[in-house]
């Protein structure tokens, strides 16, 4: 079983599946280009990426494995398990020799694998919905997180809903990419911050406000530090205007 190697992309690990099924070779190993320095007895395998054929391979995998296996099958590829290729692999593999029935056999070890990292993943989107700050700076809202797993596309098209009167950037800084909106559509595409993000005045005297009303609402006599990381965690503090004191009267 050779090594193969893709571009990274949900496009391009599905022309991966296809051409692996199209020489009927299952991959030993996945991982994504540029990586590891390959191997020279064995060198690995190319799955070229092509837009047009991974929509194809799309339609017949939901088609015959059904759209929740293929939806679960997505969000464990977005998931930040370092195996997670071969895992959905795997998995599609299972369901499409016996049907959509064998993803309920959650004892068997590539169904579980799957199902937890989709959990995981919706887990961390849905928190994101609810946490994610935008800020307002030259007439461009943007907000910026670093998520554990790449939820970016699975929240960019709620706030293009949510906000489709604006301009938005969400920008994943762990991965250096963003959801770049405008105009009724988005798109996602790599980006760096080069400067410092600078803040409308408008922006500075709402943050301000809300800093003010979180602290003087809080009853400190009940403070419980524990009970409030479980349902917001420290790792979703570092992008959250409240969690920094207000400046003093």
């Given at each position: 079983m050779a090594e193969w190697i893709y571009d990274g992309t949900f496009n391009g690990f599905l022309c991966l599946i296809h051409e692996t099924s199209r020489i009927r070779e299952f991959p030993g190993s996945i991982r994504t280009f540029p990586g590891e320095e390959q191997s020279f007895l064995f060198p690995a395998k190319i799955a070229e990426r092509d837009d047009l054929l991974a929509a194809a391979v799309r339609d017949v995998l939901r088609r015959r494995l059904s759209g929740r296996v293929f939806t679960s099958g997505y969000f464990a590829f977005l998931s930040s398990g370092k195996e997670r290729e071969m895992a959905v692999y795997r998995y599609f593999s299972l369901v499409w020799q016996k049907g959509a029935s064998a993803d309920r056999?959650?004892?068997?070890?590539?169904?579980?694998?799957?199902?937890?990292?989709?959990?995981?993943?919706?887990?961390?989107?849905?928190?994101?919905?609810?946490?994610?700050?935008?800020?307002?700076?030259?007439?461009?809202?943007?907000?910026?997180?670093?998520?554990?797993?790449?939820?970016?596309?699975?929240?960019?098209?709620?706030?293009?809903?949510?906000?489709?009167?604006?301009?938005?950037?969400?920008?994943?800084?762990?991965?250096?990419?963003?959801?770049?909106?405008?105009?009724?559509?988005?798109?996602?595409a790599d980006f760096r911050q080069r400067r410092e993000i600078s803040l409308s005045d408008g922006e500075k005297a709402v943050q301000e406000l809300w800093k003010r009303y979180f602290t003087s609402t809080a009853v400190r006599t009940r403070e419980n530090r524990r009970l409030q990381q479980s349902f917001m965690p420290k790792k979703y503090w570092k992008y959250l205007p409240e969690k920094d004191p207000p400046e003093e009267l």
């Open positions: 056999i959650l004892t068997d070890s590539r169904v579980a694998a799957v199902h937890e990292a989709r959990r995981a993943v919706s887990r961390e989107r849905h928190r994101y919905l609810g946490l994610l700050r935008f800020s307002e700076m030259s007439g461009i809202l943007y907000a910026q997180f670093t998520p554990e797993a790449d939820v970016l596309p699975l929240i960019a098209g709620h706030f293009a809903v949510r906000l489709a009167q604006e301009r938005w950037i969400i920008h994943d800084t762990g991965r250096n990419r963003a959801a770049l909106y405008d105009s009724g559509t988005w798109c996602i």
